[in-house]
């Protein structure tokens, strides 16, 4: 038997009494179904109290920061970093082979004044000059290995969440955040984080169009985190699950980032019973998904948590009591990491066979090939282009899109199964697409907001046949200036602006936006939207 700290040997005991399954800390159960079992911490009591440290170290194999990572900790003012919090978490968690989940970079709490007041230019920077610094730092360092890139960007109605950031930016500030990690850490796992996105309901479905729609421009969102701050009072969101099936369809990595139950005060066997049954319910549901990477409990002892301090008449919603002895909900939570290793298929299918391209255009080739047969079910296929998955497909077809006139690509398709197996590659094709006839497009721009001394122009819409790229000019009213702008390279010359496509949009649908001040009182907006 490995060597465990008193409290974990508390637990040992205690769950000796429970059904015939092997007593190991939590994260020995996880990482045997290859998940994580993590905990949020926070540095005072990892600073202060032996019990917390033994307990934080011994039972879980992943950390995230509880607030040492934020904005208002790690530049409280502007260029100056402070990394004290963030290292110590590091470290603890290098020291017992623990990963760490970076939280948060974009955010619009706990993020300080002076990045709230900055105008839109500045503010962009701001944002780039963070990501870079904070995510950079830990770019080459094995433990951190994911962060949440933005969090908590949606209204409970799915509409977004009118922060300053949203406010300032547009939409647009989610995207270059992603791009703007992904560009710090190539190799970290980024992620999109909210609360009360358990279950399927009109804001987790606005999370899902939101990734579906910033995947298929390209922006590298990695993963979704469901927070799962859960309260007795208000059910379990049984559609867990499936929801997390779906958004698992897209691609994406999910995880439970913030587990916990709160009940009303005081606690009585009762809530100790329904809270064991929620926790449960997410490990379970956790363990049927092969996307789901794991779980975060936010916290592990209701002497530090945070609920209190914001819910006063709720609380003891961790997993262990304010004296550092388990309660029901980490029986709930060992169990069901310890139980029965149900559709554990590692067979994957067989590759698919005789892949052939027609019908290529300009733009678009279709692809076909011969079905995969796998013992558990084949359930779609990937497709590759030069070696990077572009797309799936549920039968045996696919038609590639976007592509460059006179350009040669190679494709190849693998099919997974419904454990999630993948096949190898099938062998490949190769395609040259035809000379490109030149296309038309047309652009059409919105006044998103204005103001006696400005406005911001979003979207600006492009659409046309064969686009690979497109130009649009417009005429600035005397007197105004650009003040930023987002999704396409804009020059001013004398009046006249002229907007080019980023290349990562450069097909028909693309959007741009751009904020402008004038002089008080000149109601005048531009005018001459042309695209070429
Ligand atoms: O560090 C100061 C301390 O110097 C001061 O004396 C004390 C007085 O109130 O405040 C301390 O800061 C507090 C900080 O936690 C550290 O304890 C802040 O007031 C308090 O607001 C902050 O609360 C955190 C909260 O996020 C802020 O929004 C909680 O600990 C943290 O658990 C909570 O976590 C969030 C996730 O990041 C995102 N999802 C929701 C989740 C729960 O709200």
Redesign the pocket.
């Known amino acids: 038997m490995r060597w465990l700290p008193a409290a974990a040997m508390l637990s040992t005991l205690l769950i000796a009494a429970a059904p015939a399954q092997a007593s190991e800390p939590l994260r020995e159960h996880a990482a045997d179904r290859g998940k994580f079992i993590g905990a949020a911490l926070a540095t005072g009591p990892l600073s202060n109290e032996t019990a917390y440290r033994n307990i934080a170290a011994s039972e879980f194999n992943q950390v995230t920061a509880?607030?040492a990572m934020k904005w208002d900790a790690t530049e409280p003012s502007d260029g100056q970093y402070n990394f004290g919090g963030a290292d110590q978490i590091v470290a603890f968690a290098t020291q017992n082979n623990q990963q760490v989940h970076g939280?948060?970079l974009v955010w619009h709490?706990?993020t300080p004044n002076w990045v709230q007041g900055l105008s839109a230019a500045n503010m962009r920077t701001a944002m780039q000059d963070h990501i870079a610094t904070v995510v950079g730092r830990y770019a080459s360092n094995a433990t951190v290995v994911s962060w949440d890139v933005v969090?908590e960007v949606f209204n409970e109605d799915g509409t977004f969440r009118q922060s300053f950031w949203y406010n300032t930016l547009g939409q647009s500030f989610i995207a270059d955040a992603f791009r703007y990690a992904r560009a710090a850490d190539p190799n970290a796992r980024l992620c999109i984080n909210d609360?009360n996105v358990e279950g399927i309901n009109a804001k987790s479905t606005a999370m899902y169009n939101l990734v579906s729609s910033l995947r298929q421009q390209g922006v590298p969102v990695d993963c979704v985190g469901f927070?799962g701050?859960l309260a007795t009072q208000y059910g379990f969101p049984s559609s867990l699950q499936q929801n997390m099936e779906r958004f698992a369809a897209l691609g994406v990595q999910v995880r439970v980032t913030?587990l916990d139950v709160r009940v009303q005060m005081p606690r009585d066997a009762n809530d100790d019973a329904t809270q064991a049954t929620y926790y449960r319910n997410v490990i379970n549901a956790c363990n049927a998904v092969q996307a789901c990477a794991g779980v975060t409990i936010?916290g592990f002892t209701d002497k530090h948590s945070?609920v209190p301090d914001?819910f006063p008449s709720e609380g003891a919603a961790l997993i262990y009591d304010a004296n550092y002895a388990v309660k029901p909900s980490y029986t709930a939570v060992h169990d069901a990491l310890a139980g029965p290793v149900t559709g554990d298929d590692t067979t994957p299918p067989t590759a698919p066979a005789n892949l052939a391209a027609s019908g290529t255009t300009s733009t678009s080739t279709n692809l076909s090939w011969s079905a995969s047969t796998d013992n558990v079910g084949v359930t779609g296929y990937e497709i590759l282009r030069n070696g990077t998955q572009v797309g799936t497909s549920t039968t045996t077809g696919f038609t590639a899109s976007g592509l460059t006139p006179s350009t040669a690509y190679q494709f190849q398709v693998r099919a997974r199964d419904a454990a999630g197996n993948r096949s190898t590659l099938s062998s490949a094709v190769n395609v040259t697409t035809q000379p490109g006839t030149g296309g038309s497009c047309t652009a059409t721009a919105v006044t998103q907001t204005q103001w006696s001394t400005g406005y911001v122009i979003q979207p600006v819409t492009v659409t046309g046949s064969g686009l690979n790229g497109w130009t649009v000019t417009f005429t600035l009213p005397a007197g105004h200036a650009i003040t930023g702008s987002w999704n396409a390279t804009l020059t001013v010359s004398g009046q006249t602006v002229t907007a080019k496509n980023m290349p990562y949009n450069a097909g028909s649908g693309a959007t741009f936006g751009f904020q402008a001040s004038r002089p008080a009182g000149n109601t005048a907006l531009p005018t001459g939207f042309t695209c070429s």
């Open positions: 509880e607030n939280h948060t709490s706990q969090n609360y927070q701050h913030e936010w945070w914001t």
